[in-house]
């Protein structure tokens, strides 16, 4: 009897043994720790960047120019800079970003709320911010002829 008990015990093991999960050994290739990375292509302005910055230079003293006569307020001078940008370089984060604080500025110093050196400060401020991201940005744009306009008029380092 006891056998017999043994051995359905046995029976009773190894019937379950088709529902027990076994994991399958695989084998799983190594990827060597040691690869050569390629390094990223170096980055460079577009060809035309400086002489983009050059025609945004003059629109912008021709629109100064309409400011001093009174044809034209200092925030539409803005406005109408932001489209002779965009028309000729289109747009970018950096560009777009400094276009709004810009503006902003123009239109606290038409309505008073700002003297012309604390405009002058707001904007020098973002521009030193740019000038603080510029090296690790992951993707910079080609031309931000806008931006090294206004380093140029605040007689600050261009982004290179």
């Given at each position: 009897m006891k056998t017999q008990?043994?051995?359905?015990v046995l029976v009773a093991a190894l019937s379950g043994c088709?529902?027990?999960?076994?994991?399958?050994?695989?084998?799983?290739p190594?990827?060597?720790?040691?690869?050569?990375?390629t390094p990223p292509a170096s980055y460079r302005?577009?060809?035309?960047?400086?002489?983009?910055v050059s025609k945004i230079r003059d629109e912008a003293?021709?629109?100064?120019?309409q400011v001093s006569q009174g044809q034209i307020t200092k925030a539409q001078a803005a406005q109408y800079l932001d489209r002779f940008r965009i028309n000729l370089v289109g747009?970018?984060?950096?560009?777009?970003?400094?276009?709004?604080?810009?503006?902003?500025?123009a239109v606290d110093s038409q309505r008073g709320a700002i003297t012309t050196e604390q405009s002058k400060l707001f904007i020098q401020n973002a521009l030193r911010g740019w000038q603080q991201r510029w090296p690790n940005m992951q993707s910079k744009p080609a031309n931000p002829a806008?931006?090294?306009?206004?380093?140029?008029?605040?007689?600050?380092q261009p982004l290179k």
């Open positions: 008990i043994s051995v359905l088709s529902s027990v999960y076994v994991p399958k050994i695989v084998e799983v190594i990827k060597p720790t040691t690869s050569v990375q302005l577009a060809a035309s960047h400086w002489s983009d003293t021709r629109l100064s120019y747009r970018n984060a950096v560009d777009d970003d400094m276009y709004q604080i810009y503006l902003r500025s806008f931006t090294n306009f206004l380093m140029e008029v605040m007689d600050m």
